[in-house]
């Protein structure tokens, strides 16, 4: 896969907005509790897989800004790279927004155990909290669906013509 200087360019693009958009919201990014709209910009990845990397960078960049920061930047980069992977390679869009919420709900959960917080009630909070983003982002990309000159801004390689 090469990857050219255009790519290099949109992936710092995509690193400093989802890094920079999670912090000016933190008050409900981070925590037991957390809405991180950021990660509407994950299903990028399944229109073209090399935004993996600006998201994933994106991710570890914000959550350097996290109260948890020694733990939320391994284990919540590995979560967002993990989901970024099964949304690469999922055939539908509805099931794109599946690994976000799995991923997320039982690795942050896990990280969230380190301060006193009950594992399960977590993996609930913030599968909720992610499944609120992915809905809405499902949403959103099904109406944008419609513009064909999206595809061309978002740089679409694979599933331009996706199902539900």
Request: charged residues 10%; aromatic residues 12%.
């Amino acid at each position: 896969m090469d990857i050219s200087n255009k790519d290099i360019a949109i992936n710092a693009l995509i690193a400093a907005a989802y890094s920079v958009l999670t912090i000016v919201i933190s008050p409900i990014s981070y925590g037991p509790i957390q809405v991180r709209v950021t990660e509407l910009m994950v299903l990028f990845c399944f229109f073209n897989k090399r935004y993996t990397i600006g998201l994933t960078l994106g991710c570890l960049l914000a959550n350097l800004a996290s109260p948890m920061a020694l733990l939320d930047v391994p284990f919540g980069t590995l979560a967002t790279l993990l989901a970024c992977i099964g949304i690469m390679f999922s055939p539908y869009l509805i099931v794109a927004i599946i690994w976000p919420v799995l991923f997320n709900a039982f690795i942050v959960a896990g990280v969230l155990t380190s301060i006193g917080e009950p594992y399960w009630m977590s993996v609930l909070t913030v599968g909720a909290g992610e499944l609120i983003v992915m809905v809405a982002s499902y949403i959103i990309f099904m109406l944008l669906k419609r513009n064909k000159k999206f595809f061309d801004v978002i740089g679409a390689r694979q599933h331009i013509d996706f199902k539900f």
